[in-house]
């Protein structure tokens, strides 16, 4: 399954609301995870099965949509939000990463 | 606290072999799916390899068929990635991930809930 993310870079401002979009080449059912790495560090689980936060992701990120569309929402970007996001499916083998979008100041 | 700890990288020839570890702690180890998943330099996510908990089932990306095998050593606490006939295209950091969900159903997928800090694999001449 290919994961397309788009758009490849996001330029906001602090405080902006930022809409990441992933896209399955198939059905994926709800099985979509979202990740955020920065320079030099892990990635870290933001949101897995479409929607629902990790242990101590704060509430501006939400996640939405199933099927082969879904969203990643950052309602007001922090400082520390400036950051390379993932998606990646878990319907089958094997399993799959988008691209990524880099969101910039 | 968890923590995931990879050895085992460096520099290799074409056509050379790596075995990397992950040594895993603050959980229990044999309860959990584990993966491998690489980061060439300036790029994106790519998932190698799986194994459940009891490393009964084994997974591949098409790139590690034939060439990798994965494994695990649950009284060590210990994840393994074999590697041979390694290539310049598998030059890569290379991390252990561990699944979130406890005795997950062999069969389904995972996400990764707790990444190690990688370790350096390049393959050059």
């Known amino acids: 399954i290919v994961l397309t993310q788009s758009p490849a870079t996001l330029s906001l401002s602090p405080g902006e609301r930022a809409t990441l979009s992933c896209r399955a080449s198939?059905?994926?059912?709800?099985?979509l995870a979202w990740y955020q790495q920065k320079p030099g560090q892990a990635p870290r689980l933001l949101i897995y099965?479409?929607?629902n936060r990790a242990t101590g992701i704060p509430a501006r990120f939400s996640g939405s949509g199933s099927g082969t569309d879904f969203t990643l929402t950052i309602s007001s970007l922090e400082p520390e939000d400036f950051a390379v996001y993932y998606c990646?499916?878990?319907?089958?083998?094997?399993?799959?990463f988008g691209g990524g979008t880099k969101v910039e100041i | 606290e968890v923590q995931l700890l990879e050895s085992g990288g460096g520099l290799v020839q074409p056509g050379g072999s790596l075995r990397l570890s992950c040594a895993a702690s603050?959980?229990?180890?044999?309860?959990?799916?584990m993966s491998w998943v690489r980061q060439a330099p300036g790029k994106g996510l790519e998932w190698v390899s799986g194994?459940?908990?009891?490393?009964?089932?084994?997974y591949y990306a098409d790139s590690a068929k034939g060439r990798f095998t994965i494994s695990r050593d649950n009284s060590k606490n210990t994840l393994y990635l074999q590697m041979n006939s390694l290539r310049a295209e598998d030059t890569a950091l290379y991390y252990c991930?561990?699944?979130?969900?406890?005795?997950?159903?062999?069969?389904?997928?995972?996400?990764?809930?707790?990444w190690g800090q990688g370790t350096l694999v390049t393959v050059s001449s």
């Open positions: 198939q059905s994926v059912s709800s099985f």
């Open positions: 603050g959980f229990t180890f044999s309860s959990y799916a």
């Open positions: 099965d479409a929607f």
């Open positions: 990646q499916q878990r319907s089958n083998w094997p399993l799959t």
């Open positions: 991930a561990k699944d979130p969900i406890y005795n997950r159903a062999v069969g389904a997928g995972n996400s990764f809930d707790y």
């Open positions: 194994i459940s908990g009891s490393g009964d089932s084994t």
